[in-house]
């Protein structure tokens, strides 16, 4: 769970990425979950590209998932 942040930690060393850090918060987290995908390919004998896109887009709605959930107790909670 730390890949996601990684890029907020390291714009506190080095302030040129202050700007682009959610960007490549993004930027690294896909590159995970299709590095995930493609060694789990070679774990269940799937074709590694297939396997790859498919963990991106399992990871890529979970975060959509919970993005709005977030943004859904957000308001709630603002409101209550």
Do not use: C, D, M, W
């Amino acid at each position: 769970g730390f890949i996601h942040l990684l890029s907020f930690v390291l714009a506190l060393f080095i302030p040129e990425i202050e700007k682009i850090k959610i960007y490549l918060s993004f930027l690294l987290t896909a590159l995970a979950f299709i590095f995930i995908g493609s060694l789990k390919a070679r774990i269940v004998g799937k074709h590694p590209a297939r396997s790859a896109i498919e963990t991106f887009f399992i990871g890529a709605l979970a975060a959509a998932i919970a993005f709005v959930v977030g943004v859904i107790l957000k308001t709630f909670l603002q409101n209550v």
